[in-house]
């Protein structure tokens, strides 16, 4: 991505950005609310319009979880997570096996989308990005309202594609363990204009964080 600029109402949200993100690396993007990062991977997508260039490898197969999905999104909508996954026309055993992946026992399958929790249907919506078997995968804070023990699998699971398929990720979190135990590279971006690019380590110094967030920040510096 070069040059990458975002006007929205009149209002530049992003200027003049510049990254690339490797097969097989983890960026993720940081920074306060309303600083962009959301918008940043709609611009990727060309959801929204942008001005600079995007460019995707011609191999890219990319899948997409963005932020503020919710089981409620279906109250008014009679579809079953079988009918749900039915639009990817995959294989029952396929289903099964992405969904076992994420913890999601067949009965499930039966279940209307409004009824499902919200850790369900969180955990349900990555399945079924993944089943595409996608090589790069923009999430939007992903792990929002999942408890410990399931996020903790879900970046198990990535972490696993990763080293073995070269999955590339970009990643809106504001979980600095996932930051740095995570990522090969961090951006932030923030409302003021502060920008920070590179390694978590020698991106996120304390300084840095501060002028992210504003005030002060604690910070405790990560020995793994």
């Given at each position: ?101 994420f ?13 499902l ?14 089943i ?16 410990i023990?399931a ?34 590279n ?39």
């Open positions: 991505m070069k040059n990458l600029t975002v006007e929205l109402r009149k209002e530049r949200i992003i200027e003049d950005l510049s990254f690339e993100v490797k097969k097989g690396e983890v960026l993720t993007i940081l920074g306060p609310n309303g600083a962009g990062k959301s918008v940043l991977l709609k611009a990727l997508l060309g959801i929204i319009p942008s001005q600079g260039e995007i460019v995707f490898s011609k191999e890219a197969r990319i899948g997409y979880l963005p932020q503020g999905l919710s089981q409620l999104s279906f109250l008014n909508l009679p579809l079953t997570l079988k009918e749900f996954f039915n639009f990817k026309e995959k294989s029952k055993e396929k289903i099964l096996e992405f969904l076992e992946k913890d999601l026992k067949e009965n499930i399958l039966n279940k209307q989308m409004a009824e929790s919200f850790g369900q249907f969180q955990r349900a919506l990555m399945a079924w990005v993944l595409s078997r996608p090589n790069i995968l923009l999430f939007d804070e992903p792990s929002t309202g999942i408890d023990k996020e903790e699998k879900i970046y198990s699971l990535l972490k696993d594609l990763k080293e073995k398929e070269g999955l590339s990720l970009l990643l809106v979190s504001h979980d600095l363990n996932i930051v740095y135990n995570f990522s090969d961090v951006l932030c971006l923030s409302k003021r204009g502060f920008r920070c690019y590179g390694k978590p380590k020698e991106a996120l110094s304390p300084s840095a964080l501060t002028k992210l967030y504003g005030g002060k920040v604690k910070f405790y510096q990560h020995s793994h």
